[in-house]
Nanobody
Framework: QVQLVESGGGLVQTGGSLRLSCATS????????MGWFRQAPGKEREFVAA????????TYAESVKGRFTISRDNAKNTLYLLMNGLKPEDTAVYYC??????????????????WGQGTQVTVSS
């Protein structure tokens, strides 16, 4: 059974930082690209960042580029999202997701077959 469990969310002031973690189990973590998505109240879920199975390449949404860093530790089966310079518009539930297919890299949410339960990030102004 595949499980993705996010942690690290919380309340932070504008300009602050948070590091999200996503612990995974059930599949060989190092074979799958991973992504972070977020959904704000009343809005559709949107792509935040993605990383290849080896960590050799990353992609970011324009809105977070230069502020967020996605990384992974394949020995620990864990995905991370370091968020610096947080803004009120970053407030959302953040989800980690795992690609359905091995050795596939995409930012499209439909290609991710496994999702965590989400962690709330709230940035106060």
């Amino acid at each position: 059974q595949v499980q993705l469990v996010e942690s690290g969310g919380g309340l932070v002031q504008t300009g602050g930082s948070l590091r999200l973690s996503c612990a995974t189990s059930g599949r060989t973590f190092s074979n799958y690209s991973m992504g972070w998505f977020r959904q704000a109240p009343g809005k559709e879920r949107e792509f935040v960042a993605a990383i290849t199975w080896s960590g050799s390449a990353t992609t970011y949404a324009e809105s977070v580029k230069g502020r967020f860093t996605i990384s992974r530790d394949n020995a620990k089966n864990t995905l991370y999202l370091l968020m610096n310079g947080l803004k009120p518009e970053d407030t959302a539930v953040y989800y980690c997701a795992q690609q359905t297919a091995v050795w596939t890299y995409s930012i499209g949410s439909s290609t991710y077959g496994y999702w965590g339960q989400g962690t709330q990030v709230t940035v106060s102004s």
